[in-house]
């Protein structure tokens, strides 16, 4: 973490900007769901909506945002915070 930091602040004290943007927040539940699958909207979708379905049928919500993330070796993760 002190080598990013410093990564950091060379490269905003040369006029490059911030690399990453380190944030405190609040603890919070995440549900997640993470395979090799079929990347793209559609396939999103089905995903998330499979995971409402599983986070329902355990008597929890989503609450605010829904992350994807797709990686180059065909990996993909569908987040969503959990009420």
């Not at 490269?11 to 927040?25: A, F």
């Not at 609040?26 to 995971?51: H, K, P, W, Y």
């Not at 409402?52 to 569908?78: C, P, W």
């Amino acid at each position: 973490m002190e080598s990013l930091r410093s990564l950091n602040e060379k490269l905003d004290s040369e006029g490059e900007g911030v690399l990453i943007e380190l944030k405190q927040l609040a603890d919070r539940i995440v549900a997640f769901e993470r395979n090799r699958a079929m990347c793209g909207m559609e396939a999103s979708v089905v995903r998330f909506t499979q995971l409402f379905d599983k986070l329902e049928m355990h008597g929890l919500t989503a609450q605010g945002q829904i992350i994807s993330i797709y990686h180059e070796n065909h990996r993909s993760e569908v987040y969503v915070y959990v009420h």
